[in-house]
C-alpha cells in the first residue's frame, strides 16, 4: 500500500512528442493526465513551448521521481543531454535483453 501512496503524491518527468511536426518536450508534474490536457488544450495558456508549436501532444516516456529535488534534477539531465537523444538510449536500453 505505500507504494501505490508513493505513486499518487509523486513527482513526475514526462517527455511528449507533437503528431504534427515530431518535435520533443519535457516537463515535470505531480499530475500526468492533467498536464497532458493543459499541453493539447488550446484555451490554457500556461504552456507557451507546446503552444508555439503544433500538437497534439502524446505522452511517449515518464517517470516517478520520489521528490522535487530529483525531479529538476533528472529534467535538467534530460535537457542537457538532448530530449531525442535521451530518448534513444533509454529505448535501447529497455531492448536489451536482461542478464543475471
Known amino acids: 500500500m505505500r507504494d501505490l501512496a508513493f505513486l499518487v503524491t509523486c513527482a513526475w518527468v514526462y517527455i511528449l512528442r507533437s503528431q504534427t511536426t515530431g518535435r520533443c518536450y519535457c516537463g515535470q508534474t505531480t499530475d500526468i493526465d492533467r498536464r497532458l490536457r493543459q499541453h493539447n488544450d488550446p484555451n ?29 534534477k533528472l529534467e535538467k539531465k534530460i535537457k542537457k543531454r538532448g530530449i531525442e537523444r535521451f530518448l534513444e538510449e533509454a529505448q535501447s536500453a529497455e531492448s536489451r535483453p536482461w542478464r543475471d
Open 44 to 72: 490554457y495558456h500556461g504552456s507557451k513551448t507546446t503552444k508555439r508549436f503544433a500538437g497534439p501532444w502524446n505522452l511517449v516516456w515518464s517517470q516517478a521521481c520520489p521528490s522535487r529535488s530529483h525531479e529538476m
